[in-house]
């Protein structure tokens, strides 16, 4: 059974740091992109930051230069460094990963997980 734990969310003032990490656990094949999506009260989800299984990044503009996404591919881990955080960052964040396994119809294919999020309060 393939699962996303998410950690380190919690309350944090403004300009403050914090450092979310999700493991992805039950799969023997390493992810293929992984994401972090936030979602804030009364608004929809967005994608925060991906990375692929190689390393190549992206970026949603409000978190460019704030934000950095890595990831452990030898424990399929991938993590969410926020630094210089501000009110707006306030939401709750989820883990997203795509992940390989083989189908007895389709043969190698993958889908999507989410993790339970966790959340994070920026305080003014």
């Known amino acids: 059974q393939v699962q996303l734990v998410e950690s380190g969310g919690g309350l944090v003032q403004t300009g403050g740091s914090l450092r979310l990490?999700?493991?992805?656990?039950?799969?023997?094949?390493?992810?293929?992109?992984?994401?972090?999506?936030?979602q804030a009260p009364g608004k929809q989800r967005e994608l925060v930051a991906s990375i692929s299984s190689g390393g190549s990044t992206n970026y949603a503009d409000s978190v460019k230069g704030r934000f950095t996404i890595s990831r452990d591919n030898a424990k399929n881990i991938v993590y969410l460094q926020?630094?210089?955080?501000?009110?707006?960052?306030?939401?709750?964040?989820?883990?997203?990963?795509?992940?390989?396994?083989?189908?007895?119809?389709?043969?190698?294919?993958?889908?999507?997980?989410?993790?339970?999020?966790?959340?994070?309060?920026?305080?003014?």
């Open 21 to 38: 990490s999700c493991a992805a656990s039950g799969s023997t094949f390493r992810p293929n992109t992984m994401c972090w999506y936030r």
């Open 82 to 124: 926020m630094n210089s955080l501000k009110p707006e960052d306030t939401a709750v964040y989820y883990c997203n990963a795509d992940i390989p396994y083989d189908s007895p119809w389709l043969g190698r294919t993958s889908r999507e997980f989410w993790g339970q999020g966790t959340q994070v309060i920026v305080s003014a």
